[in-house]
């Protein structure tokens, strides 16, 4: 089958005071239609900047694309003006933010926004834009649509405005949403219902989705494939069977032991990985992760490794068959 | 709502009755007090009899409870220096005042606005500083030391605009007439209201709304003069109501260089001439206007930004 979205070695740049600032580089990754795929990784690797750059929204930022291609139906989005960019956001790609309780505009009202969405991008009347904007909401399990319509959002819970950000994004039927952790500032079991029905929802309106995550076990719920970040990097990708089963990145292999286990004892210390990710100016020399990494040796101290592929999979370390090996023997 | 204008009117009952009564005690203390205002060439019985005709012999805090009793009824007294009533001397000033105070706040606000998204949209470019500049000189010029060069400059130089007065007959007289002092009126609102909506837009547009906005595909027009405007006048709107106090102060210094008959040129001759009922007046109708003109701005702030609907 043919790919969705392509990102080929995309690297992007901030502008700070002294120059720029890599802080995604040299990424690829592909994202096929109908499958989810989920970025994982820690708080500041770079999951954001890369759901934002393929909007091309980073340019209102300080950030700019600096390198690499972002296909989209074999369409290059870098080279794309903003004019024909804001004919493909919220139309053939949408995105939902981490942020519910910010991420609408607290002067209008829902259904304002909602029916803002239809009509930049479908000619139609009013009316019916109305009638469809009801439907959306009722689609992401809303109830008292016209009374919702009419609130505005410090009227409704986080989870509530997470759901009309989803409705909103689902406004244009778009072929690719990406979800930029839409959970992480709800409660849990709120979180379980919007997962729930981001799944239903692919699979009611076949599109694809990009889901960002730091949480391994809602990668594990939800995910076809898995893309593992760290500081700007990928560091693994595989399906969701071949990260979980069998880790080739030790950081991959951190993140799994962190996940909390729900039948052991809850007193047991939960796995942390040591040290904390480099700020982007202060990166360590060679492999980005070494000072962390318990497989590190001298050549992870000088240079850096590529992404090896095999098997349908791909990492980015020296020793992954030690990390493999180590897996067997335990 | 009620709640919220019942609690606003007794603010502003508790406002007019301090403001006036400060006015009050400072007008009596001013040397010679109010009966100098009396013709020179009364005798000694006649001043006598027209302090206790006037009440000037009792006590000040009995006399302005008297004033006050009167005025709650809608007396403010007779002008002691032309006989009339303070009413009918305010009224036939009012609509001078309010021409010029409105034309002046009318116009910062559309300009004021509109040069503070300029300058936030085209942040550190020429654009920018040119309007920052700009608002600079007019904050930190005296507005009577630019009265005095715009006069030497239109009037006396290119002679194209009159130097005083309102202008006679035709509509374009009284509009050349006008320019110089609500320019110069201008500069104590203006550059206010640009540097707010100025910093107000560049702190919206970087909220979470706008960036959601643009994902959505909107046109950047829409984002900028629809999503983050309406947003970033909330702020703006609450500054108006603080700037018409000062407004008004300003009306004093333009309307007494320029000759011009509103309530500010008023109160001055009021002072001058000890015409105490007269400066009450003026005083009480003033703090009325600036109490109403807030109670406008909040309603408005409250119908702009829906997260206040239900203050009290
Ligand atoms: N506008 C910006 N200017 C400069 N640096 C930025 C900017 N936005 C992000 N960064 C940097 O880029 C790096 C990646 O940030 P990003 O927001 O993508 O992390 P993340 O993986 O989404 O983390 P989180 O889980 O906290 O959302 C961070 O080091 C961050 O400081
Ligand atoms: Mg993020």
Not at chain 2, 192 to 213: G, K
Not at chain 2, 265 to 283: C, K, P
Request: charged content about 20%.
């Amino acid at each position: 089958m043919k790919e969705l979205l392509r990102v080929e070695n995309l690297s992007v740049d901030f502008q700070k005071e002294k120059g720029f600032i890599r802080a995604i580089d040299n990424i690829s990754f592909e994202v096929y239609p109908g499958e989810t795929v989920c970025i994982v990784g820690e708080s500041g690797s770079g999951k954001s900047v890369t759901s934002l750059s393929i909007m091309r929204l980073l340019e209102y930022e300080n950030g700019k694309i600096a390198n690499g291609e972002i296909l989209f139906n074999d369409q290059n989005l870098v080279e794309m003006s903003q004019e024909q960019m804001r004919q493909v956001r919220g139309n053939d790609i949408s995105i939902i933010f981490q942020e519910p309780m910010t991420a609408l505009n607290p002067v209008f009202t829902i259904g304002k926004q909602l029916i803002e969405s239809i009509v930049s991008h479908k000619h139609v009347p009013k009316k019916v834009a109305w009638e469809q904007a009801c439907e959306l909401l009722a689609l992401v399990g809303i109830n008292d649509v016209n009374v919702r319509m009419k609130q505005y959002p410090h009227e409704l819970s986080g989870g509530m405005r997470q759901r009309v950000m989803i409705a909103i994004a689902l406004a244009c039927n778009p072929k690719l949403l990406i979800a930029d952790e839409p959970t992480t500032a709800l409660d849990v079991t709120i979180e379980s219902q919007i997962l729930t029905l981001l799944n239903d929802l692919k699979n009611k309106v076949h599109m694809s989705i990009v889901l960002i995550t730091h949480d391994m076990g809602v990668a594990a719920e939800v995910a076809d494939r898995i893309v593992v970040m760290y500081a700007g990097k990928i560091v693994e990708q595989g399906t969701v069977y071949q990260i979980f089963d069998e880790p080739t990145h030790p950081y991959t292999k951190g993140l799994l032991q962190s996940i909390p286990n729900e039948s052991g004892p809850r007193e047991e210390r939960l796995y942390s990985i040591k040290g904390n990710i480099p700020s982007l100016s202060q990166l360590p020399a060679g492999c980005r992760f070494h000072p962390r990494c318990e497989y590190a040796t001298e050549q992870c101290k000088k240079s850096e490794p590529d992404l090896v592929v095999g098997n349908n999979r791909k990492v980015a370390c020296w020793n992954f068959e030690r990390v493999i090996n180590d897996k067997v023997e335990q | 709502m009620l709640q919220f204008a019942i609690k606003r009117l007794g603010q502003s009952i508790v406002l007019i009755l301090i403001v006036t009564m400060i006015t009050f005690f400072l007008m009596n203390l001013a040397p010679g007090g109010p009966s100098s205002m009396m013709r020179m060439d009364a005798t000694e019985e006649e001043r006598a009899a027209i302090s206790e005709q006037l009440g000037l012999d009792d006590p000040i805090p009995i006399r302005y409870g008297k004033w006050l009793i009167d005025a709650m009824q809608g007396d403010l007294g007779l002008s002691l220096s032309s006989g009339q009533e303070v009413t009918d001397r305010i009224l036939e000033r009012f609509p001078f005042t309010l021409q010029l105070t409105m034309w002046t706040i009318v116009l910062s606000i559309i300009f004021g606005v509109l040069f503070g998204i300029i300058s936030a949209t085209n942040r550190n470019t020429w654009k920018d500083h040119t309007i920052n500049f700009g608002s600079v000189i007019g904050l930190s010029v005296p507005s009577f030391w630019l009265a005095i060069m715009m006069i030497l400059l239109f009037s006396v130089q290119l002679k194209w605009l009159p130097s005083s007065g309102v202008g006679e007959g035709s509509l374009l007289d009284q509009f050349k007439a006008s320019i110089m002092p609500v320019v110069i009126l201008s500069t104590a609102t203006l550059p206010t209201i640009v540097r707010f909506t100025r910093s107000s837009m560049l702190e919206v547009i970087t909220q979470n709304y706008i960036r959601t906005s643009r994902a959505k595909g909107i046109k950047e027009r829409t984002v900028i003069y629809s999503h983050a405007l309406r947003n970033a006048l909330i702020p703006v709107i609450s500054i108006i109501g603080v700037l018409i106090p000062r407004l008004l102060s300003g009306a004093v210094i333009v309307e007494s260089v320029f000759g011009w008959p509103g309530m500010g040129r008023l109160i001055v001759e009021a002072a001058q001439s000890r015409d105490y009922n007269l400066v009450m007046g003026v005083t009480v109708i003033v703090t009325v206007l600036v109490v109403v003109c807030n109670f406008i701005v909040d309603i408005i702030y409250s119908k702009v930004d829906p997260r206040v609907k239900n203050m009290g």
